[in-house]
Each structure stands twice: as structure tokens, then as C-alpha cells.
């Protein structure tokens, strides 16, 4: 049962346009977002977040939105840049009272940033 | 990563041996994850630890086992390796219960049993 989905398993997108990577999620407990990005041998590192009392959050050239209704959220990039192509996991928690806050990852998304 | 280091970062087992991924951290930080990572799975739990002998199953603990004797090791025990079991293995900690400052990921383990 995967709660949260990534269904595009890539995406390729010319430098200087914009990358949109979307995250469907199942759980309606899960109430705190995020993606990370990831390199080639190397660990996922963060990369922006969201709450779900928040229906955007922007950091640079990042930004993240949330659309509760319909259980999806999205990472915008732009301008894309090569450095950007890597691996992109979307992933959710459920932060409130009582909850365990485990981050719960979507498959993931490869980007490819052509100059 | 900083404040985060996995070993060993590649090994190659035989089918039916123990093999004990560990994950050091030195950042005190109360939080520690086991994650794999497969093609078309993402990154999913395996155990995780809430403090020094804390420890639960996340969703595909299955034939692992996890032990946390002290704050900044956390290890994973294959008890009898299968090749169901080749993958990345990642390590992961955080300052929060709720990980929403983000988790901080080791640089993996590949895990090859043949």
C-alpha cells in the first residue's frame, strides 16, 4: 500500500525552463511534507518542506504547494539548472498528537536538466 | 554527511550468512532510521529508534533485526542474508521526533548477496 506516489518515474526539461515534479498521497493524517533531492551514491539530502496549514512555501528557486483537497503536492523549479538533475523524493509524516512522525517516501522522480 | 557515517559502504555477501551494517552518528541527535532504497520502491523503513534501547519496526522489517546500545550507533543485523535483501542501505537522524527540520542521511551502504 503506497501512501504516498510518485508517478512519473522521470522527467527531462531544457536548462532555464521549469521542472515540475508532483507527489500524490493517500493518508489524510499526514500533515507535513517534503522533498529531497539525491545524487548519484550519495545520501538524500533536504531540500524544502511544507505544513499542511500552508498552501506554498518558496525558498529561491524552489517552491513547494500543497493542494489538501485533492491530496497532492508539487516541487517547482525554476529556472532549472543542470546541477538540478538528480533524483527527487517526495515525502510526508504525520506530525500532529500522538502520531509518529516517520517520514513515509514516494518512489521518486529522476530529473534531467539538458543544456 | 557530516555527523552522520555508514560502513561499510560496499559489500558483497553469500546467501544464508549475518552481515551488521552500522551507522555512527555524532551529533546526539535521539532519532536514527534504517532506510532501503529499490528501483521503484523509493526509500522505505526498515526499523528505526527513539532513544538508546528504543527501537521499532517500520514497514519491511522482515529478516532484519536493529540494535542501539548507545546514542550514536545504530546497527542493522541481517540475520541470514537472501538476495531479496540487495539493495542501498541509508542511515538516517534526526533532532525532532517528527523529522520536520528534515532527516539527515548517511551516504549508503550497497549490499550485494549472491
Known amino acids: 500500500d503506497q501512501q504516498v506516489k510518485q508517478n512519473s518515474p522521470s522527467l527531462s526539461v531544457q536548462e532555464g525552463r521549469i521542472s515540475i515534479l508532483n507527489c500524490d498521497y493517500t493518508n489524510s493524517m499526514f500533515d507535513y511534507f517534503l522533498w529531497y533531492k539525491k545524487y548519484p551514491a550519495e545520501g538524500p539530502t533536504f531540500l524544502i518542506s511544507i505544513s499542511s496549514i500552508k498552501d506554498k512555501n518558496e525558498d529561491g528557486r524552489f517552491t513547494v504547494f500543497l493542494n489538501k483537497s485533492a491530496k497532492h503536492l508539487s516541487l517547482h523549479i525554476v529556472p532549472s539548472q543542470p546541477g538540478d538533475s538528480a533524483v527527487y523524493f517526495c515525502a510526508a509524516s504525520a506530525v500532529g498528537s500522538g502520531n509518529t512522525g516517520k517520514l513515509i517516501f514516494g518512489q521518486g522522480t529522476t530529473l534531467q536538466v539538458k543544456p | 554527511d557530516a555527523g552522520i557515517t555508514q560502513s561499510p559502504r560496499h559489500k558483497v555477501t553469500e546467501t544464508g550468512t549475518p552481515v551488521t551494517l552500522r551507522c555512527h552518528q555524532t551529533e546526539n541527535h535521539r532519532y536514527m532510521y534504517w532506510y532501503r532504497q529499490d528501483p521503484g520502491h523509493g526509500l522505505r523503513l526498515i526499523h528505526y529508534s527513539y532513544g538508546v534501547k528504543d527501537t521499532d519496526k517500520g514497514e519491511v522489517s522482515d529478516g532484519y533485526s536493529v540494535s542501539r546500545s548507545k546514542t550514536e550507533d545504530f546497527l542493522l543485523t541481517l540475520e541470514s542474508a537472501t538476495s531479496s535483501q540487495t539493495s542501498v542501505y541509508f542511515c538516517?537522524?534526526?533532532?525532532?521526533?517528527?523529522?520536520?527540520?528534515?532527516?539527515?542521511f548517511g551516504s549508503g551502504t550497497r549490499l550485494t548477496v549472491v
Open positions: 538516517a537522524i534526526s533532532e525532532t521526533r517528527t523529522g520536520n527540520y528534515g532527516y539527515t
